[in-house]
């Protein structure tokens, strides 16, 4: 080893200021944020990501329930909207599969090629627009990727403002197999420039918003 690999490989093993000095310049670093961040989310964090998830630079569809009972007729509601079959895959989330589903045959078994999926989305950010998908075994993240329609449901109080929020609820909470950020649906104008629907994932996003705690 060179003198030089072996003078930095040193100075990464033994840091030449004090851990207490890195964290304050850290903090200080921080405390820059908020008044650097743009005027895009204000005081309704909640209305503020639905307006952007549903906005022409997202372009998901959305809709708004007072509570979780009311997500099958939201569900319906869409079904119907796009001619699509009563028959949706539901993540194999309790809050979800307990819902009275009655005209709509719900499954929990998800194909490859999955008409259309539920699921819960563990939190939002209105920054952003994206929701939030930690692995689990009520949380297969499968169900995010291989349905054509993806219907998400997300509580108004789960949504966070700033994505530097998503990342310090991470650091609070045990590390997950896998962490999903999706903004928006899968699509690609790579090919002559046409837009083509589901290159990557499900071709369309539509979010329930519901306003009381799941």
């Not at 003078?7 to 200021?17: D, G, K, N, Q, V």
């Not at 563990?122 to 692995?135: I, P």
């Not at 403002?161 to 699509?187: I, K, M």
Request: charged letters at 15%; proline letters at 8%; one cysteine or more.
């Amino acid at each position: 080893m060179t003198d030089a690999r072996s003078a930095i490989f040193a100075a990464i093993a033994t840091p030449s200021r004090p851990p207490a000095d890195i964290a304050r310049a850290a903090s200080a670093l921080l405390a820059r944020v908020p008044a650097l961040r743009p005027d895009r989310v204000g005081d309704d964090v909640a209305a503020a990501f639905f307006a952007r998830v549903t906005g022409p630079a997202i372009g998901a569809s959305g809709a708004k329930v007072a509570s979780l009972s009311d997500v099958p007729g939201a569900v319906g509601a869409y079904l119907a909207a796009h001619d699509l079959a009563a028959r949706v895959a539901v993540q194999p989330h309790p809050a979800l599969l307990d819902l009275p589903w009655r005209d709509i045959v719900a499954h929990r078994d998800i194909a490859v090629d999955e008409p259309v999926a539920i699921g819960i989305a563990d939190y939002a950010v209105a920054e952003t627009g994206s929701l939030v998908f930690r692995s689990g075994a009520h949380t297969p993240t499968l169900f995010a990727f291989l349905p054509l329609h993806h219907i998400v449901v997300v509580r108004a109080d789960g949504v966070m403002a700033w994505l530097e929020d998503c990342a310090a609820a991470e650091s609070r909470l045990p590390a997950p197999r896998n962490l999903n950020l999706v903004t928006g649906a899968s699509g690609t104008t790579d090919i002559e420039g046409a837009l083509v629907r589901g290159a990557h994932g499900p071709g369309y996003l539509h979010v329930i918003l519901v306003q009381s705690p799941l």
